[in-house]
């Protein structure tokens, strides 16, 4: 049986104890990288967080002028945000109140004669990109 020599190189390296550098710095490469990742993640979410807000804002002005045109408030969500318009969910709803009564039908006058308030809510979601 024949005996394998290491060479004389190997003997060096194996006895070097500079190497914990190199794995310093691997360590804090790696929790390096995760704080980068997670920061450009974090700010992909929030500015689709800013998107939806602002197409939010501007359905809901196109809303108050006519609240049963959904598709039109989805339009116009997607437009203003630049949106996919695949995975947008719009989901409108009206209700009308009276001052200091709270919520009534949208056909009723209030106790004192004024007319009722008609309020209009508009929910955007999307799942994150």
């Known amino acids: 049986m024949m005996k394998?020599?290491?060479?004389?190189?190997?003997?060096?390296?194996?006895?070097c104890e500079s190497g914990n550098v190199l794995v310093e710095f691997g360590m804090v490469a790696?929790?390096?990288?995760?704080?980068?990742?997670?920061?450009?993640?974090?700010?992909?979410?929030?500015?689709?967080?800013?998107?939806?807000?602002?197409?939010?804002?501007?359905?809901?002005?196109?809303?108050?002028?006519?609240?049963?045109?959904?598709?039109?408030i989805?339009?116009?969500?997607?437009?203003?945000?630049?949106?996919?318009s695949n995975t947008l969910n719009v989901a409108v709803s009206t209700f009308c109140e009276c001052p200091g009564v709270?919520?009534?039908g949208c056909g009723d006058t209030c106790s004192g004669g004024e007319t009722n308030n008609s309020l209009v809510t508009?929910?955007?979601?999307?799942p994150a990109e």
């Open 122 to 126: 508009v929910n955007l979601t999307q």
């Open 30 to 72: 790696m929790l390096l990288m995760g704080t980068v990742v997670g920061a450009i993640e974090f700010t992909a979410v929030m500015t689709q967080n800013t998107k939806l807000s602002n197409a939010a804002r501007a359905a809901v002005e196109h809303a108050m002028k006519d609240p049963a045109a959904v598709t039109e």
């Open 102 to 104: 709270g919520a009534v």
């Open 74 to 84: 989805a339009d116009v969500a997607v437009k203003s945000g630049n949106l996919d």
């Open 4 to 15: 394998i020599r290491k060479p004389k190189m190997f003997n060096r390296f194996a006895s």
